[in-house]
């Protein structure tokens, strides 16, 4: 027992080493990509420096280390147990009698921990930074519309307002926001903020409701004020947008931006606004889905790489591991496409690759062990 224990602990190390190395490398190569795409993205904006380009790589690195995690923790898995199998210690390991469900037990409890540290600590520092990142892209490579965000019940948004200047902007805030049966988003407690290029205010409106017309916002009961004068009433008044119900919805925080802490609260309020909240069910079941993810990867490298190498093929097992990995990222991607479009539940959707990757893994462990 207490060899068993000790090698679990020895193999277990090995692997944590190789899976951050991995985890680690792939980010670098993923971020360096995003940074040239950045940078060919700004070559036709002269006035944004490499600064800003270099800020929004840098606030993109956790965001792209969870999205490689799987990936980084079955390619380091394969490269540990394959170099274990290399060296004969998993061979002369399992001549003595130790089950490799005996000292896989190390690496599997290591990988789940790397999955839930990655769900409850990384991700919520990654979604703040991902949303200064895309707060960052929309003001200095973006040239349409602005952002859109709901928050607590109230909607900002802003965009372009051409009316009192040629680079005008227009910031609305609305404090109640509801989607009805027949499609029009309506608004309430309305604020909207109309600026000039140097973001000088120029003009403020108010209105108790409103909603969005075809290309344009209808404002009822309005009242103007302009700075140091007193409100004005104008009674019905119509602000153009190039916003659409569609755009909107498509507006709305992205999943990526939110803490798995605060996803729960905005499906809800999403729900309660009449807006879909697929995207964000399958997010919020992903994140939960990723500690057992990151353990089914590390069974199945080690179900592709334990094999001896006097039995010759190892090369082929370790590329289908390779593939294997591929092939669930295909499985989730696809499931994640069908569940966006309701065709499957969003549990399912989310949960789908690691079930099938976990029916693989044990497949071959069986195999390996006791076939």
């Known amino acids: 027992m207490v060899v068993s224990v000790t090698l679990s602990l020895y193999i277990a190390r090995q692997f944590v080493f190789s899976v951050v190395a991995m985890i680690a490398s792939l980010t670098g190569i993923v971020c360096l990509f995003d940074f040239i795409d950045l940078l060919r993205r700004v070559a036709t904006k002269p006035h944004v420096s490499t600064n800003v380009v270099t800020e929004i790589a840098a606030l993109h690195v956790p965001h ?15 490269v540990c147990f394959w170099r274990l199998t290399r060296s004969s210690e998993l061979v002369v390991a399992r001549a003595a009698g130790i089950s490799a469900w005996q000292f896989l037990a190390g690496p599997l409890a290591c990988a ?3 999955g839930t540290i990655a769900t409850t600590i990384i991700s919520p520092v990654s979604s703040s930074l991902y949303r200064k990142a895309e707060e960052l892209d929309q003001q200095y490579l973006r040239t349409e519309g ?39 988003l309506r608004i309430r407690d309305i604020s909207i903020f109309r600026l000039d290029h140097a973001d000088k205010l120029i003009l403020r409106i108010e209105a108790p409701e409103g909603y969005l017309d075809d290309h344009a916002w209808i404002l009822k009961n309005a009242q103007t ?16 947008t190039d916003l659409t119900v569609g755009r909107v919805q498509e507006s709305f925080a992205s999943p990526e931006t939110l803490s798995i802490w605060a996803l729960p609260s905005f499906i809800k309020l999403l729900e309660r606004s009449g807006f879909s909240s697929i995207r964000h069910r399958i997010h919020f079941q992903s994140l939960l889905a990723l500690p057992m993810l990151a353990g089914t990867m590390a069974l199945v490298a080690a179900g592709f790489s334990m094999r001896p190498t006097r039995r010759g093929g190892v090369a082929r097992m370790i590329g ?30 989310a ?21």
């Open 146 to 184: 602005g952002p859109l965000s709901l928050s607590s019940g109230a909607l900002w948004l802003r965009q372009a307002d051409t009316q009192f200047d040629p680079h005008g902007v227009a910031l609305l805030n609305a404090r109640g926001v509801q989607l009805g049966k027949d499609s029009v």
């Open 351 to 371: 949960w789908a690759p690691t079930v099938a990757g976990l029916c693989l893994a044990i497949s071959l462990l069986l195999h390996l062990e006791d076939g």
């Open 64 to 78: 792209f280390s969870i999205e490689i995690l799987p990936f980084g923790i079955l390619l380091g898995g394969i």
């Open 225 to 240: 004020v302009r700075p140091y004068e007193i409100l004005h009433p104008v009674g019905q008044l119509t602000l153009p």
């Open 320 to 349: 289908s591991g390779v593939a294997a990995g591929f092939l669930l990222f295909t499985v989730s991607k696809v499931a994640e496409q069908f569940g966006n479009s309701g065709a499957l539940p969003a549990v399912l959707a």
């Open 112 to 114: 789940m921990m790397i």
